[in-house]
């Protein structure tokens, strides 16, 4: 029996959906040829994304296209799997890495080094930041999000955005903590 309960309890824990791309199925069943079989699941999209690929390795904007995206509430993590150049890359984040971006601070964070658009199906109203790695999570417009995972407590607004505390990429003035202004004035 206390084998039994040790099986159970070391089960891991399931993922509450968030996010999945249309695509996502279709790409995770490539088993090979994948840089062959990719475009053909993507059609013009994947042509759109080399140059985002490029120039998230080549300048300092680091970015990643997410294909699916889960919840996992009792570890406070999320895992993501992105569209690398030759393959998907799934990785798990902590929750608090992962911050909302507004539009415009995505905008601005690209002025120093944007070579390129976005991609059109780049959807600029959804996208994340790991924040230690200064990486951003940019998602399909086309894609589905999963109520269950979207409106979970763990990813509340309340618990996740606090703009003050972890972007800057504006060239005005600097913020502490609590979101009052570092720089005084004599």
Known sequence: MARLTRFFSSVAPKGIPVYEAKEFSHLSA???DFLKQAPLTLKDKYYQFLPFYLESKLSTINKRFILKMELYAETEQMQITCLELGKLFTKTIPLENI????PEEFEVA???GKMIQPPEFVDLEMVYL???EQEFLVFDKTGEWKEEGVNHEALS???RFAEHKWLDFTSGPKADLNGGNVYTLY
């Open 30 to 32: 490539i088993e090979k």
């Open 110 to 112: 690209h002025t120093l």
């Open 157 to 159: 607004m309340e618990k």
């Open 130 to 132: 790991n924040k230690p």
């Open 99 to 102: 911050v909302p971006v507004t």
